[in-house]
C-alpha cells in the first residue's frame, strides 16, 4: 500500500480489524504507522495484527504506509491515469493474470481481486470505497472532493516454488508446492524403500532440520531441495568411494559405501586403489575430501560439472589432477582450505588445469602446501579467491600460476622456504604478489605476465627474512598509492630482463623502512620510481640499489638521503656498455652524504673510449657539493668524474692504478 488509509467506526464501541504488512514479494520493505506508531509490530514475519480501541463514530484510525503496489499481468483498461464523465460506468478487468503467471520457474503470480480508495492530493492519504475478490469491476464516475481522486488498485498474490528432487532409493510426500508468506506450512515426509534409511536433506533447508526424516516449512523463500536415502545402517556424515562398480564412475552410488552420492554433510574418502582417469556426469557436494592411497595417479574429469566442497586434503603421494571442471565453496559460512601433503607426506602434487577453484565467498580461504609438494594451476585455469585468501608454501614446495588466474583481493603469500611462480597471467589481477613478514628463505618469481596494472595499495619491497621477489619480462606494472622500502632483512627485489616497474605513487621512504641488508637489483629493466610529492630522511636503511646489464633505467622522483649503497655493476663489452646514465634523478635532488658508491668494472669501452656515466640530473642545480659519498670503491685504473657544471656523473679507466678525481 502507498499513502493513508482510514478506518471509521460506525458506532462507539470496539473493532477488531487485520492489518497485513508485507509486499508483492513474499516479504516486507517499508514502514507503515498505526495512529502515528511507526511500525507497532515487527512485520517481517507477515503475522496478523489486531488493534483494539474504543471509538466513537467521530473518530478515524489511520494507517500510513510507503509501498506501492507493483503491476503484474495485463488490465484493462492499462495501468495509467484517465478522465471520465460524471455518471459513466466502465468495465475494468484483468485481461492476463486470471490464472497464473510464471514470471520464472520458482515465481508466480494471479489476480486476487481490487480496491477502490478515493485519494487525497494534499496527503496522499485513503480512504477505501470499495474492494472484492474479482478480476473484473464495473467503476461508475462520481464527483469527489475538490481535493480527492478515485484509484483502483488491481491486487496480486505472489507465490514462490518449493522442488524435492529425491537421489536412492525412497520417496516424499510432495514433490513441488507454491505459496506464499500467508500459506500453510509445508510438511514434507521422507520415506525410504526397504533395505535403505532417510540419509540427509541437502539444500535450502534449515541446518537443524537436515538429519530429521520429516520436515516442515515456509514459504518465504524459493526452495530447491535434495533428499537422499542410503543403505540401512549407513553413519550420517560419513561416505567412503569403494569402487565396487569398476567403472571409474562418480557419480555412480554403487562406488560408494552408503550408496548414495556425498552430500554437503559428508566427510569423504576417496582411496585410490587403483590409478586412473574418474568421471561425473552431474554435480554432487561434500563437506571434505580427503584423498589418500598409493594406488598411482588419479585424476577427477568433471566433464563441466561441479562438485561443491569447503576442505580438500591430499595425502596421496603422487599427482591429483582436476580436469574440465570445478571445485566450488560448499557453505558460505565456513572456511575454504586445501592441504597439499604434510609435514611427513612430501611428494603430493596437485593439478588444476583447465579447470577452477571457486572460493567466491567472504570467508577466509587457507592453500597450504607442504615441505617437498606442489600445487600447479595450468592452461586456462582459475582460483577466484574474492577476498581473504592466505597462502603457505614450505620448505622446498611451490605453488604455480602458468597461463591462469589468480583473483582476489589482498591474497597473502607466506613463505618457508617454498616458491611462487605467476607466468603468463591472463587478466590484471588487482595485486601484486609480495611476501607477509613472517616468511622466510622463499621466492616469488613474476614471469611475462603481459599485464598492466597488478596494482596494490601499500606495497613494500623487502618483507621477512632472505625471501627474492622477482618481476621479469612483460608489460608494464603499475603500482599505485602509497609505498615503503619494508622491514625485511637479507632479502632481494629483482626488476630484470625487459620488465617494468611503473610506481607512480608517493613514496615514504621515512616510514617502515628497518630492514637490513636488502637489495633493489634493476637488470636490463626499468624502474619508474616515485611522485615527486615522495619523502626520505638520512636514518640508515641497509639497501643497495644495484643496476647491471646493458639496459637498466632507474628514472627517480624520490629525494633518497638515507645509507644507500649505489652499486653499478658495468658491463664489460667491446661494442655496448651505458651511452646515457643508467641512474636519472627527474624530481627531487638526491642526498648521497651517507651513502656509498659500487662501480664493478674490469674493462669500460663506449666507442673506443673510457667514460661511462652513471647518473644524470635534470633537477636544478649540479655535482658540485654533492660529490659526497660517504665511501666510493673503484675498480683499479679508474676515477670518478663530476664536479661543477657536469649533469653526468661518469666513471673512467685512467691509468695503470686506481686513483679518485673530482674534476670541475
Known sequence: MDGTYYFTAPA?????????????????????????????????????????????????????????????????????????????TTNFYVTTGTDYIYMSDDWRVCATGYVHNAVS????????????????YAFTQTQLADNLYHEVVWLWREELRSKV???????????????????????????????YMFYVWTGDVPAASKKTSQITLDFKQVRNIICYFAKECSVQGQN???????????????????????TESDTVIFTNVVAGIYTTQTNFAMNLLLLTGTGGDVTFDLKGNVINVDRVTQQMPGLFTLTNGTFKYCSTSFNTEYTIGGAELPGCRMLIT?????????????????????????????????????FYVYSNAVMNFIDSSLTGAFPEFYGEGGSYLFRALPVNPGYFPT????????????????????????????????????LRGGSRKHWDHVAYWGTGNDCTFNICDGANLYFWSSFNGHQHFSGTNNVLHIHDATLEFGRATSTDTGVAKGITMRLSGTTPLVQNR????????????????????W?????????????????????????????????VPLFTKTTTGNWGSEINFRKVVLPAYAQLLGGEGYRYLSVEVVGPRGTLLILK
Request: hydrophobic share 35%; net charge negative; with cysteine.
Open 354 to 390: 583447465d579447470a577452477a577453484v571457486d572460493g567466491s565467498h567472504n570467508y577466509t580461504k587457507f592453500f597450504r602446501v607442504h615441505p617437498s609438494c606442489a600445487l600447479d594451476f595450468t592452461n586456462c585455469a582459475s582460483l577466484v579467491a574474492n577476498n581473504a585468501v592466505r
Open 435 to 470: 611476501f607477509t613478514d613472517a616468511s622466510s628463505g622463499a621466492s616469488i618469481l613474476i614471469d611475462d605476465c603481459n599485464v598492466g596494472n597488478m596494482w596494490q595499495q601499500w606495497k613494500r619491497f623487502f618483507m621477512g627474512t632472505g625471501n627474492v621477489v622477482t
Open 165 to 195: 528432487t529425491v537421489v536412492g532409493p525412497g520417496s516424499v510426500s510432495t514433490l513441488e508446492a507454491w505459496g506464499n508468506e500467508d500459506s500453510p506450512l509445508l510438511t514434507l515426509t521422507a520415506t525410504p524403500e526397504p533395505g
Open 558 to 577: 624520490v629525494p633518497l638521503s638515507g645509507e644507500y649503497t649505489y652499486q653499478f655493476d658495468v658491463p664489460a663489452t667491446t661494442n655496448k656498455v
Open 121 to 136: 492530493t494534499v496527503d496522499a492519504s485513503r480512504t477505501l470505497l470499495g474492494s472484492a475478490p474479482s478480476t473484473s
Open 12 to 88: 462507539a464501541g470496539y473493532y477488531d480489524f487485520e492489518l497485513r504488512a508485507g509486499n508483492n514479494y513474499g516479504g516486507y520493505s517499508g514502514s507503515f504507522k498505526v495512529n502515528n506508531v511507526e511500525n507497532p509490530s515487527d512485520p517481517g514475519d507477515m503475522s496478523l495484527y489486531m488493534h483494539e480501541d474504543g471509538r466513537d463514530v467521530a473518530t478515524s484510525c489511520s494507517i500510513a504506509g510507503t509501498k506501492t503496489a507493483t503491476q503484474y499481468g495485463t488490465v484493462s483498461p492499462p495501468y495509467g491515469d484517465y478522465e471520465f464523465p460524471i455518471g459513466t
Open 579 to 611: 651511452t646515457t646514465a643508467p641512474f636519472q634523478i627527474v624530481a627531487n635532488n638526491i642526498c648521497v652524504t651517507n651513502s656509498t658508491l659500487v662501480v664493478n668494472a674490469e674493462e669500460l669501452r663506449q666507442n673506443g673510449g673510457g667514460i
Open 240 to 262: 567412503t568411494w569403494t569402487g565396487t562398480a569398476g567403472d571409474f564412475r562418480l557419480d555412480n552410488i554403487m562406488n560408494w559405501s552408503n550408496e548414495c552420492l556425498p
